[in-house]
C-alpha cells in the first residue's frame, strides 16, 4: 500500500510540476519585460537632466551615471541615437528574448517603437 501511495503522489507532483512550470516561466518573462521597461522610464529621466546640463543627449549610458542612473543586474542598455534633438535606445536582458525601445524626440523610430515617449517591447 505504501508503494502505491508514493506512487500517486509523484504523479500528482509530475501534473503540478508540467503545469507550474510553464506558468512560473511566463511570470518570470513578463518580470523581466516590466524591468526592461522600468529601466528605460529612469533612462528618459537621466537623459533629461543630462542634456540640461550639457545640451546634448548622453551617446552613451555609462555618461548617464553623474545623473545615478544604474540600471537593473542583468539589464542591457543601448543608445542607438542621442543628438542635440533626440535620442534612442534599446534594453535587453539575458533571460529573454524580448527587447524593448524607446525614442523620444527628433530620433528616428527603433525597434517596434511608433510613438515618441511611447515604450514598445517585442
Given amino acids: 500500500m505504501a508503494l502505491v501511495d508514493v506512487l500517486v503522489l ?21 518580470s523581466v519585460q516590466a524591468m526592461l521597461r522600468s529601466d ?3 533612462l528618459a529621466v537621466a537623459q533629461e537632466s543630462y542634456f540640461y546640463d550639457h545640451r546634448v543627449y548622453a551617446a552613451d549610458p555609462l555618461d ?7 540600471p537593473n543586474p542583468g ?3 543601448v543608445v542607438n541615437e542621442a ?9 535587453s536582458h ?3 528574448p524580448a527587447r524593448c ?6 530620433a528616428a523610430p527603433v525597434g517596434t517603437a511608433k510613438a515618441p515617449g511611447e515604450i ?3
Fill in 10 to 30: 509523484l504523479v500528482g507532483l509530475a501534473l503540478l510540476l508540467a503545469v507550474g512550470v510553464p506558468e512560473l516561466s511566463a511570470a518570470r518573462r513578463r
Fill in 40 to 42: 528605460l522610464r529612469k
Fill in 64 to 70: 548617464l551615471q553623474v545623473t545615478a542612473f544604474r
Fill in 75 to 77: 539589464v542591457r542598455i
Fill in 83 to 91: 543628438t542635440q534633438t533626440g535620442w534612442s535606445a534599446t534594453a
Fill in 94 to 96: 539575458p533571460e529573454t
Fill in 101 to 106: 525601445f524607446l525614442f523620444l524626440r527628433g
Fill in 120 to 122: 514598445r517591447c517585442s
